[in-house]
């Protein structure tokens, strides 16, 4: 005789996933971001008072107030207080926001090793950062917009004040400012946007708040940019030593290059021509030789917690 068969309990149902929370992150760039736009501001209005006091303009002469405005935008100490600002704050704010999290500082802010790479990598993604730098420039000022370039413009000037300036310069804007810029935007930043949306979006939404940070019409575009390779080059090797490393050594010889060489905007729009084009095609060459490297590049870690 044949007896019904028990019914089979159900299997539980799989514990959900938690998806890391993004917030924390995007209030990390906001206090950044306000703190560095309050600091900047005290700052130049400082830097006002001083010129005003010591040149005795009268604040009511608006053609006088513009012409000290003007002034304070290529004024090399403003620059070098606003970069040691923006370096130490993103350093602090990331290392604090790492060190917060329950995850280990190392793997929050994915400073590791990595994958192994072999030494041509290192030279090829440098190669590529330089050329995709100067490509973006070259076509800034075929179109035009150079001119706007308030930033850029006052960190060339910077870079011809006296050999002190130009000393804490190179350490704040190259060492520094690589470094913690990297373990923010990349690091602290980037980690948990990938974990939460994805590579792509991730990459791309580092990349944008990197360019919103650095508050200019010109100088914000090339750093996304900039920021899209960078970020690239963190998923492909699962660390942020290749970022740190070429950030750091991009904008050493940027600074190198605008003291000691001539100014590539002074060039001839043929030359800017010549400039894209081959600066273009050496980027894409670049990015192909680094995708064709063989990297076991390892799976974002799911991050709780800040």
């Known amino acids: 005789m044949d007896f019904p068969s028990e019914p089979t309990p159900a299997s539980p149902p799989a514990p959900e996933t938690l998806r890391p929370r993004v917030w924390s992150v995007f209030i990390a760039f906001v206090l950044?971001?306000?703190?560095?736009?309050?600091?900047?501001t005290i700052?130049?209005?400082?830097?006002?008072?001083?010129?005003?006091?010591?040149?005795?303009?009268?604040?009511?002469?608006s053609a006088a107030m513009a012409a000290l405005m003007e002034k304070l935008k290529v004024m090399p100490w403003l620059h070098v207080v606003g970069v040691m600002m923006s370096s130490t704050l993103a350093l602090t704010i990331s290392l604090l926001g790492g060190w917060l999290s329950p995850t280990p500082l190392q793997d929050r802010l994915r400073v590791r090793a990595g994958a192994p790479l072999p030494a041509w990598a290192w030279v090829a993604a440098l190669v590529g950062c330089f050329v995709v730098g100067q490509a973006m420039e070259s076509l800034s000022v075929l179109s035009g917009v150079w001119d706007y370039a308030v930033s850029?413009?006052?960190?060339?000037?910077?870079?011809?004040?006296?050999v002190v300036t130009f000393a804490v310069l190179l350490f704040f804007g190259s060492l520094v400012a690589g470094t913690a810029e990297e373990l923010f935007f990349r690091g602290y930043v980037q980690t948990r946007l990938v974990a939460r949306w994805g590579r792509t979006a991730g990459i791309a939404g580092a990349a944008t708040?990197?360019?919103?940070?650095?508050?200019?019409?010109?100088?914000?575009?090339?750093?996304?940019?900039?920021?899209?390779?960078?970020?690239?080059?963190?998923?492909?090797?699962?660390?942020?030593?290749?970022?740190i490393f070429v950030h750091v050594f991009n904008n050493l010889t940027s600074f190198l290059l605008s003291r000691y060489a001539p100014s590539t905007t002074e060039f001839p729009t043929s030359v800017h021509v010549t400039l894209l084009a081959v600066c273009s095609l050496a980027f894409v060459g670049a990015v192909m030789a680094l995708r064709r490297m063989e990297v076991q590049s390892p799976e974002p870690a799911v991050l709780a917690g800040s």
Do not use: C, N, Y
């Open 32 to 40: 950044l971001l306000v703190t560095l736009i309050v600091a900047s």
């Open 43 to 61: 700052v130049a209005g400082i830097a006002a008072t001083i010129e005003i006091s010591q040149t005795g303009i009268d604040t009511r002469d």
């Open 152 to 162: 850029l413009k006052g960190l060339q000037a910077t870079s011809q004040g006296s």
């Open 209 to 243: 708040l990197f360019g919103l940070m650095h508050l200019d019409p010109i100088h914000s575009p090339m750093a996304l940019g900039m920021g899209l390779f960078l970020g690239w080059l963190a998923e492909r090797t699962g660390s942020l030593r290749l970022p």
